[in-house]
């Protein structure tokens, strides 16, 4: 049970400034795809930061399941991102790419290509595991992310512009494999983009942002009057 709870949340880089996230009050339903909408520079990535543990929270509380994790390191929370710079590894190979967090675990080797096989798999990339990332397409890159992601089990995927990268069409297309990916899976989602056709394909719920504000959350049907 992955419910996701922001509590009147606020974000100050530094003392004495201005919050650059403002009252952030919002509870992410288990199994959601929560999208964050909203112009560059208005908060929503220091969001998913706070939630990874990579920024520091000012004030209020975030809490995953039950736990409150304002305190608790990155490398306790069951959580994997996937960036729009897909972050890979250049000199490992896909299959080591999406290996390697499971390496440093107690897992046995058996173990690690079993479940190494079954994401690449899904992702459909099975026949470029021996490759190294410069011999991908951009879309292909995209999905060895995803793939070193969904390896993990992890309870929260947080999603940062992850296709802001990648050709028009090809984001169409992946729009699509994400959403079927967390059918899939079932594991609560938060995903950020500032497209807002993105956010309306995609999304079972929007928070649309505003400087450091939440504006309005709610289906897309509701927030952009479509049927
Ligand atoms: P978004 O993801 O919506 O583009 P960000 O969360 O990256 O927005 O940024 C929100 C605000 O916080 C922006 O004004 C940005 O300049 C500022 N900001 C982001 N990171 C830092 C930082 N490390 N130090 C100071 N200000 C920052
Ligand atoms: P481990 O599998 O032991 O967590 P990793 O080397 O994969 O080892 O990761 C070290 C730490 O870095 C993790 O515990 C986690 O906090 C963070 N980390 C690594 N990959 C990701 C990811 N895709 N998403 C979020 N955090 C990650």
């Known amino acids: ?40 520079g208005c908060g929503k990535s220091t969001v998913l930061r706070m939630i990874a543990g990579l920024e520091d929270i000012s004030e209020g509380e975030i ?49 690690i290509d079993l479940k190494v096989k079954k994401a690449a798999r899904i992702l459909e990339i099975e026949p470029f595991l021996e ?8 879309g292909q890159r995209q999905r060895v992310a995803l793939g070193r992601a969904i390896v993990r089990d992890p309870q929260v995927f947080l999603m940062d512009e992850p296709l802001s990268n990648l050709d028009a069409k090809l984001r169409v297309q992946m729009r699509t494999e994400i959403i079927s990916l967390h059918k899939q899976l079932g594991v609560t989602t938060i995903y950020v983009t500032h497209d807002q056709t ?26 952009y009057n479509t049927p």
């Open 198 to 223: 993105e956010a309306m394909t995609m999304g079972d719920r929007i928070v649309v942002m505003k400087d450091g504000v939440i504006q309005q959350v709610d289906t897309p049907e509701k927030i």
């Open 63 to 111: 809490y995953i399941g039950d736990e409150l994790v304002n305190d608790l390191p990155p490398k306790d929370r069951d959580i994997a991102m996937v960036f729009q710079n897909y972050a890979l590894y250049p000199n490992m190979s896909v299959y080591e790419n999406i290996a390697f967090g499971l390496r440093l675990r107690k897992m046995s080797k058996h173990e």
């Open 131 to 138: 490759r190294k990332p410069k011999q991908l397409s951009g």
């Open 1 to 40: 049970m992955a419910r996701i709870l922001f509590n009147h949340l606020f974000k100050r880089y530094g003392k004495n400034t201005d919050p650059v996230v403002k009252d952030f009050d919002v509870e992410v339903a288990d199994k959601e795809f929560l999208v964050f909408v909203g112009p560059s």
